[in-house]
């Protein structure tokens, strides 16, 4: 291993051999780290919506292709298959949507599982293994939910969870770092997100952490007898103000346009923004959710509606129960009920600069003749004669009942 640094360190500092090299050095991880003899599984938490990258750290040298496997609890014989039995699986994570299963939602690269758009249904164990069912790796994912997370703006005074203690356990949150401001120039904001942790000797040991004695706290190695308390307690965000300047863009050194481009210029509003344009339409009364190109939850991403910015501190989700236009813990901006005031220019901010616009139209629906050809026409007249038939029904029934009750119920009168 000794001879071998010195090599490492030449290439380092070739860089036109540099790509080759990084792709030689992580083909030979499978050769130098041995698979335990006994299958652990290693605890990792994520944020519902986040999307997570779970890779085979072990494998035979003689295995060319990985079969992943999930387990919602262990031991458990309902096992979904999550492959192609290549261990090739490519898919577009342009077009997944979040409430698809989890089978519509996951692509295998370079033996590693990647899960887009995580729910809490995702939670579970992973395994690394062949098609004849023999296990190298595991994972005890935890995907814990932001349905009810906990916020905290800390502008406002407000604070973050304290840490809860019993005789046996405690939870506390982990923190990530603090997220760019995701606006610049002007006033922007910063989240930082935390996931609830539990610390307790009584662990199960089939579980490997990367600090003794503490997991997520929806992992599995949490005793049954701690999880209710556990539940208990939910994920948060910090939020606070921020302010950064913008960089500077590149000037272009050329000394003269050309005509042509002042020529493009000269009917351009110089107020707007010069970032790529949607249009939309949308029906009055009708549910829009706008997304940010490129954004993922754990980014920093902002939104604005013209000239006005639509902070956290008024518009996040959860903060007043009747708000109609709210962003969510995905950083989607989600507009109810649509009216006509809704119509405007939207701008996204990713990482504290702005990407995209949409231009949102908002129209009422005409009104048309209808015809008997339509099929809304056709039911109303199947439901409306079947409504009279029964009717008919009843009322024949009736009469030749009362009929009947005269005519053979009573006695004739001497």
């Excluded at 997100?193 to 997991?215: A, D, E, F, M, W």
């Excluded at 518009?315 to 989607?332: A, E, P, T, W």
């Excluded at 048309?368 to 024949?396: C, G, H, M, N, Q």
Aim: hydrophobic residues 40%; contains cysteine; charged residues 20%.
């Amino acid at each position: 291993m000794e001879t071998r640094l010195p090599g490492a360190a030449v290439l380092l500092c070739m860089v036109g051999v540099l790509h080759a090299f990084a792709i030689e050095d992580k083909g030979d991880v499978f050769s130098r780290m041995a698979c335990p003899a006994f299958l652990m599984f290693d605890n990792a938490a994520y944020l519902a919506d986040m999307t997570f990258e779970l890779p085979c750290n072990c494998k035979p040298k003689e295995v060319s292709s990985v079969v992943w496997y999930f387990q919602k609890n262990m031991g458990s014989h309902k096992t979904t298959v999550l492959t192609d039995f290549a261990g090739t699986i490519v898919i577009d994570s342009q077009h997944i949507n979040a409430s698809s299963n989890i089978l519509k939602r996951f692509s295998i690269r370079m033996f590693s599982l990647i899960v887009f758009q995580a729910q809490v249904t995702d939670s579970g164990h992973y395994l690394c293994g062949t098609k004849k069912g023999d296990f190298f790796y595991g994972y005890d994912v935890d995907v814990q939910p932001t349905k009810h997370i906990t916020v905290a703006f800390l502008d406002s005074g407000q604070h973050v969870q304290d840490n809860f203690r019993e005789k046996l356990f405690s939870c506390f949150t982990t923190f990530w770092d603090w997220s760019r401001c995701d606006r610049c120039g002007v006033r922007g904001e910063q989240r930082r997100i935390g996931l609830c942790y539990v610390r307790s000797g009584q662990l199960h040991p089939r579980y490997r952490t990367t600090i003794p004695n503490v997991t997520s706290c929806g992992s599995r190695a949490v005793p049954p007898r701690f999880q209710r308390a556990v539940r208990l307690r939910r994920p948060e965000v910090a939020i606070r103000s921020c302010l950064t300047p913008c960089l500077k863009e590149e000037i272009s050194k050329e000394g003269m346009q050309s005509i042509s481009n002042v020529i493009s210029k000269l009917g351009e509003k110089p107020w707007l923004p010069h970032v790529p344009t949607q249009f939309h339409k949308q029906i009055v009364g009708s549910g829009l959710v706008i997304a940010c190109p490129g954004a993922r939850p754990e980014h920093a991403v902002a939104w604005d509606k013209d000239s006005v910015r639509l902070y956290r501190s008024r518009y996040l989700i959860g903060v007043n129960k009747s708000m109609r236009v709210f962003i969510d813990h995905g950083n989607h901006l989600h507009i109810q009920r649509v009216q006509v005031s809704d119509g405007g220019i939207y701008y996204c901010w990713h990482e504290g600069k702005m990407v995209a616009s949409f231009r949102l139209s908002v129209f009422h629906q005409k009104q048309r003749k209808r015809t008997l050809s339509d099929p809304e026409t056709i039911f109303a007249i199947k439901a409306i004669s079947l409504s009279y038939i029964l009717i008919s029904i009843v009322f024949v029934i009736i009469h030749v009942c009362r009929y009947c009750r005269r005519a053979f119920g009573s006695p004739a009168r001497t």
